[in-house]
Each structure stands twice: as structure tokens, then as C-alpha cells.
DNA sequence: GCCAACGTTGGC
DNA sequence: GCCAACGTTGGC
């Protein structure tokens, strides 16, 4: 049974566009610096299952497109790197402690789902992104889901 | 194990 | 750029 997620980005650095434009749209999604974001992604992300790739740090935060998951949980290779901005000198290959994922771009909504817009709907009351604000990986129930799908198709001319 | 200080996220 | 909310660190 495939889960739902939300994974946020910065655009600025790599938005639903950077991910559309990898060869076959896979990217890898890296950088994850938070434990309960960590978690997620190691313990629960699964090959198939769907996410919402939300941009934020930027003009008009919201739900930018989706995202399936094409490989699961591996050590994030950026954490070994000391030239990288996401180097961990506590960490080491035989006891990673920072993982990525790796994602297929799907669909890009005709228009950005605002943050504004999910905040006025009651069926998403309970989301995790308007309860707490600093998640990075997240879940997303399958009635949110549907809800923002229908969001972002009623926005599309 | 507590908690103050500090750092980061992210909307506005 | 500001600031609130939250996470992390480190002294004790």
C-alpha cells in the first residue's frame, strides 16, 4: 500500500522545475538535516509511493508538483563530503547517519497550490505542514491528499 | 537529565 | 530583514 508524503524544497536550490529537468526526471533527494525528517524518509518512504514537492523560502510557498519515489532510503553520500555544504563530520560510511531517497519527477501543478489557499480549507485543518511548520518529510493523509489534487486542477485554465 | 544559549526554518 | 517557533548543543 503506497503512502503519501510531502517533501520540501527551496526552488532557489532545487525546486519541481531542477527536478523535471534531471535525465528521466530522477533526482535524488538529499540534504535532510532534521531527526523526525530522517526517520521518515529511512523508516517509512517506499519505492511507489507519491509526494508532494512544496516550495518554500520563496515568494509564493504551496504545493508545487508531484514526485514519486524510485529508489528507497540509502546513506545521503553529501555527508562524507567535506567540500559539501551538508558535510557531517560525525559521520562515517559504516555508520551513515544522514539518507536520501531517490525521486521521479510526475507532474508539475499549472499554478502553485498557496500555502494561503490550503490554510482556508477545513479538510486540511489537521495537515501536518499547518500543525508544524518546520518539517521537512512528512506524511500526507490520502484525504489531503485528494483535496490538494483538486486544488491544483480547479486553479488549471 | 535539565536548561540556557544558540542556530535554523520559514512565513511574512 | 524580522521574528516566532522549534531543534540542537553543551555545561553543570
Not at 526517520?39 to 504551496?62: A, I, M, T
Not at 508545487?64 to 563530520?89: L, T
Not at 486540511?124 to 486542477?153: F, T
Request: contains cysteine.
Amino acid at each position: 500500500m503506497s503512502k503519501y508524503w510531502l517533501f520540501k524544497s527551496e526552488p532557489d536550490v532545487y525546486g519541481i522545475d531542477d527536478l523535471s529537468k534531471e535525465r528521466q526526471g530522477i533526482g535524488r533527494w538529499d540534504g535532510i538535516r532534521n531527526y523526525q525528517a530522517r526517520n521518515f524518509l529511512r523508516d517509512q518512504v517506499q519505492v511507489g509511493d507519491e509526494v508532494f514537492v512544496y516550495h518554500s523560502q520563496c515568494k509564493v510557498p504551496g504545493v508545487a508538483g508531484i514526485a514519486r519515489v524510485v529508489k528507497n532510503a540509502y546513506p545521503d553520500p553529501a555527508q562524507f563530503d567535506p567540500e559539501s555544504d551538508y558535510f557531517d563530520p560525525k559521520a562515517s560510511p559504516d555508520q551513515p547517519r544522514w539518507y536520501a531517497v531517490d525521486v521521479q519527477f510526475v507532474d508539475k501543478f499549472a499554478q502553485v497550490v498557496p500555502l494561503k489557499a490550503l490554510k482556508q480549507e477545513t479538510a486540511l485543518e489537521d495537515m501536518v505542514l499547518l500543525k508544524q511548520g518546520r518539517l521537512s518529510v512528512q506524511p500526507v493523509k490520502a484525504s489531503e491528499w485528494q483535496h490538494i489534487v483538486k486544488l491544483a486542477q480547479r486553479q488549471s485554465p
